[in-house]
């Protein structure tokens, strides 16, 4: 048995083999620095069940891996013919893995693997230390000491230590539910034409000190108007002031001064 086992073998061997189909049974991709893999399959022929170690996965481009999984139908070719000297030069769909729904001129990527948040499915780091990278939890790109975080149930972090500029030539509109903004250091709201700031509910304005400046007229107006200070109140116009009420009107303090 053994001897007829060598001598097909050895007749596989003075064959010619241009290309064969076969399928993927382990895979080597240098999973890590320290291992010695480099980014090679073992592949079962399909004609003559004869597995190949080790054959090395050709790539698109230098810098580029994605290693076939196990169980893939994949094509390999031989250097000169030669079964000894096999190349993986590219996966084949069959009846039961067919390609994902698409059309001309469209590039479509829906891998059919199991979840799994502790791999990178989609990777890039260029030499400029930008990074882009996609798991089955977050999307992620790092610029610099910013980073951009989305995950997959929508929520969104921005983060960055240098400067962030938003700028539209339209219109803007932010809208959520709660809306918090807070400043370590000096906060600037500018217009340039006019402002407004509304809310259907109680408002608060608090400061350590407060002022209120107008470069014309400028009025409040309120069902009722209260003004009180914890300390002293001074009220002084440069030119013609109007104390009126279409009621009662009351002045009082433990002394109360007028044109002294």
Do not use: W
């Amino acid at each position: 048995m053994v001897e007829v086992i060598r001598k097909i073998v050895e007749a596989e061997m003075r064959k010619i083999h241009v290309a064969e189909l076969g399928v993927v049974t382990s895979i080597f991709p240098h999973a890590s620095d320290s291992d010695k893999d480099n980014y090679e399959c073992n592949v079962k022929l399909k004609n003559t069940g004869l597995e190949l170690q080790k054959v090395p996965v050709a790539t698109q481009h230098i810098g580029l891996a994605h290693i076939p999984k196990v169980d893939e139908m994949v094509l390999v070719t031989f250097l000169n013919g030669d079964i000894n000297a096999p190349i993986l030069i590219g996966r084949m769909y069959t009846a039961e893995d067919r390609p994902p729904a698409n059309d001309g001129e469209e590039i479509i990527y829906i891998p059919p693997y199991s979840e799994n948040a502790d791999l990178r499915r989609f990777h890039i780091e260029l030499p400029s230390g930008i990074i882009l990278s996609v798991t089955d939890d977050i999307l992620s790109v790092e610029a610099g000491k910013t980073t951009l975080k989305i995950n997959r149930d929508g929520d969104v972090e921005l983060v960055s230590e240098a400067k962030i500029n938003v700028t539209a030539s339209g219109d803007m509109s932010f809208t959520a539910d709660n809306i918090k903004m807070e400043s370590k250091n000096d906060f600037a709201i500018s217009a340039g034409a006019e402002a407004s700031l509304e809310s259907k509910s109680p408002m608060s304005l608090k400061g350590s000190e407060v002022t209120m400046e107008a470069d014309g007229a400028m009025s409040m107006k309120g069902a009722d108007v209260k003004m009180e200070s914890s300390a002293s109140m001074g009220i002084k116009a440069g030119s013609t002031a109007n104390v009126e009420a279409s009621a009662p009107l009351t002045l009082k303090g433990a002394m109360v001064n007028i044109n002294p």
